[in-house]
């Protein structure tokens, strides 16, 4: 098992800026790839950014966006830490929603939640405008 821990979410003006760190512990040497995901009040769970963590040396550290948070976010690692971060830049009321941390054991690059086991138990952003 693989547990998840986020933290770093809180209120911001629009225009500002936010880290969010996500903690992984337990089994970290399954995890393949790891991403965040955020979901809005009334809106379905969306892909943010994700990280291909292990695998192939020409591949981890690869990162995908959506295209919504490009040029905005950038996904980063601390290897000794167990730790991905969501560094958050030019804050818009639009991306105010819960972030998710999620890692999966089985498929790299995906932007389908359902391909990832492990979760969070999410942090709060808040952008007011």
């Known amino acids: 098992q693989v547990q998840l821990v986020e933290s770093g979410g809180g209120l911001v003006q629009a225009g500002g800026s936010l880290r969010l760190s996500c903690a992984a512990s337990?089994?970290?040497?399954?995890?393949?790839?790891m991403a965040w995901f955020r979901q809005a009040p009334g809106k379905e769970r969306e892909f943010v950014a994700a990280?291909?963590?292990?695998?192939?040396?020409?591949?981890?550290?690869?990162?995908y966006y959506a295209d919504s948070v490009k040029g905005r976010f950038t996904i980063s690692r601390d290897n000794a830490k167990n730790t991905m971060y969501l560094q958050m830049n030019s804050l818009k009321p639009e991306d105010t929603a819960v972030y998710y941390c999620?890692?999966?054991?089985?498929?790299?690059?995906?932007?389908?939640?359902?391909?990832?086991?492990?979760w969070g138990q999410g942090t709060q952003v808040t952008v007011s405008s």
């Open positions: 990280m291909i963590w292990s695998g192939g040396i020409w591949s981890i550290g690869s990162t």
């Open positions: 999620a890692a999966s054991a089985t498929v790299i690059g995906s932007v389908d939640q359902r391909q990832y086991r492990y």
């Open positions: 337990g089994r970290t040497f399954s995890i393949v790839a």
